[in-house]
């Protein structure tokens, strides 16, 4: 079955200090890879995602992240975090349902604390 | 636009009642999912539903069970409450159900069985 790991469960960083929160997954076919942030009280939303082409992926407010195919990796990076950071952040793989379907898997999240 | 949205937002329900969940997709999707996210955990795949047909289904009991209408909302349903049932869910539309298709998720439903 397909798996996704997130290394860090919680992580406290300062201002401006850099970012990069560890995702690895399980399954070997063809994949799409995405980052989702949960701020408090709010739903899911996409940060960003990687389907083909380019494995440098640029998303919003200055995240970006990284597909390394022969490391299963698909890490997320920010050079300076700010206070309105925070949140849980949740890497998933798009994997095969049945015909076309596809379902997300999720890993267990990373809390980011930024301290002011 | 509006988002998808998602009703109730809080329940209370005790151990055997039963619950049904409500999902409205963002107009012209057509796919509709739900998860179960647990305290501490990553939200779990239950089921995909894609023009009112159920396209798949993850390790959950048959407790859990789900339908799509004509105009693609959807339903939940969890029979016999366990107090494990505990958890939010999460529901998420996109246009299709193919592999290029976003999931855009609702506020979810914040379900407490006591």
């Known amino acids: 079955a397909q798996s996704v790991s997130q290394h860090n469960h919680h992580v406290i960083l300062s201002e401006a200090a850099s970012l990069e929160l560890g995702c690895n997954y399980s399954?070997?076919?063809?994949?799409?890879l995405f980052w989702y942030v949960q701020y408090p009280g709010q739903h899911l939303q996409l940060l960003l995602k990687y389907f083909s082409g380019d494995p440098l992926v640029k998303g919003i407010k200055g995240f970006e992240a990284e597909f390394i195919k022969s490391k299963f990796s698909f890490n997320l990076r920010k050079p300076s975090v700010q206070w309105s950071d925070t949140a849980e952040y949740f890497c998933?793989?798009?994997?095969?349902?049945?015909?076309?379907?596809?379902?997300?898997?999720f890993g267990s999240g990373t809390q980011l604390t930024v301290l002011p | 636009d509006a988002g998808v949205t998602q009703s109730p937002t809080h329940l209370i329900k005790t151990r055997g009642q039963h619950v049904t969940l409500r999902c409205s997709p963002i107009s012209g999707h057509k796919s509709v999912s739900w998860y179960q996210q647990v305290l501490g955990q990553g939200p779990q795949f239950i089921f995909q539903y894609y023009e009112k047909e159920e396209r798949g289904r993850g390790n959950f009991p048959d407790r859990f069970s789900a339908r799509q209408f004509p105009n693609y909302s959807s339903e939940l349903n969890v029979n016999a409450l366990l107090l494990g049932d505990s958890a939010l869910y999460l529901c998420?539309?996109?246009?299709?159900?193919?592999?290029?298709?976003?999931?855009?998720f609702g506020p979810g439903t914040r379900l407490t069985v006591l």
């Open positions: 998420a539309s996109s246009q299709g159900q193919g592999s290029y298709n976003e999931q855009f």
């Open positions: 998933a793989v798009n994997s095969p349902l049945s015909g076309s379907a596809r379902q997300l898997t």
């Open positions: 399954y070997g076919g063809t994949v799409n």
